[in-house]
């Protein structure tokens, strides 16, 4: 997929979003090589120009920033021991040198503006799966695009059902 596709713009929608470990605020909240999969999916929306897509991920993308690591002079990133208070466990962790944009404005700023006029109008919004009749609260954002060209808002209004309402 490293071209045009001959007929650019023929699929439909792109459903997807890279792996949540970096943004959880679960985990370690690393700015590693998984934390910039979003890159790979703005290389795909280039290359095949769906009508719309749709990006899901954890809340914690919301906060985490680019994070910009000490190296050393062979340029890897350099580490420190860190006592865990709850557990007295040490673990290593990269030094944090300086912190750059806050990655949700990165992908709302590139996806808008991916090429030559060429972009998605987007529009995001927190959705917990609770509010849908699953038993367990689980919040995503989620992330529509809808190519520029088609001139198409999206509405987030959502159908309440009686039976979920209920729950």
Known sequence: MDEAMPNGGDVDIIIGGPPCQSFSTVGKRVYNDNAKLYKEYLRILKIVKPKMFL???????????ETFYEKDENGEIKYKM????????????????????K????I????????????????KKVLNAVDFGV????????????????????NWEMPIMPEIAAI
């Open 108 to 123: 709302e700023d590139e996806f808008a503006n991916i090429d030559n006029g060429f972009g998605y109008t987007i529009t």
């Open 103 to 106: 990655i949700m404005d990165i």
């Open 55 to 65: 990006f899901e991920n954890v809340k914690g993308i919301l906060s985490m920033r």
């Open 82 to 101: 860190k006592v865990n208070k709850n557990t007295g466990k040490e673990s290593k962790c990269p030094i944090v040198e300086s912190y750059g944009r």
């Open 135 to 154: 038993p367990e609260s689980r919040e995503r954002v989620f992330i529509i695009g809808i190519r520029n060209d088609l001139h198409v808002e999206f």
